[in-house]
């Protein structure tokens, strides 16, 4: 197997593993400061997040494996940076909502993140419709996740 391969696997859940810690590092849905949002009538129950999530990991995980193995370096390479753009973008949010609480600036940096993530997706597709077909749910979320954000700048004016 070729080296840039291996290199490929090691970053695709080197950068799935950063993108769990970072986000768990700041993500704080139990705060006194989170409880006391009014949320978008659309908010999923707790537990959807839960699934969501566990999903989307995998889902990244195993597409970026895949692409690793099987993609031209050229492609891997796009797919790998586009979504780190992707998964920092992410991160960011966290960071913006949860910590300083600066819904608008969060709000921004997941949809840049939703907006950014289409190319990898596509990316995929172009690789093997399976794989793109893997990211559509992720896609999806990311777009249900910026809608709520905004949902809560709305309603914190």
């Known amino acids: 197997m070729a080296w840039w391969r291996i290199l490929g696997v090691v ?10 810690v970072g986000s768990g590092r700041w993500v704080t849905t139990g705060s006194a400061w989170y ?3 009014e949320q978008p009538a659309w908010q999923p129950p707790p537990a959807v997040f ?24 050229g492609r891997l390479a796009a797919f790998l940076g586009l979504l780190a753009v992707s998964i920092v973008l992410a991160i960011g949010w966290a960071y913006l ?6 819904l608008v600036p969060a709000a921004v940096a997941l949809t840049a993140c939703a907006v950014v993530t289409v190319a990898p997706v596509v990316l995929a597709f172009a690789e093997r419709a399976w794989l793109g077909w893997l990211l559509v749910p992720y896609l999806l979320w990311l ?13 914190a004016r």
């Open 11 to 20: 970053l695709a859940i080197g950068l799935v593993i950063a993108y769990a």
């Open 35 to 37: 409880l006391s949002l």
């Open 50 to 73: 839960g699934l969501a999530w566990a999903y989307n990991f995998t889902a990244l995980a195993v597409v970026g494996v895949a692409m690793a193995l099987m993609a031209p370096a």
């Open 97 to 102: 909502f949860y910590v300083p609480h600066a």
């Open 143 to 155: 777009g249900i996740a910026s809608s709520l954000s905004w949902g809560y700048v709305q309603l």
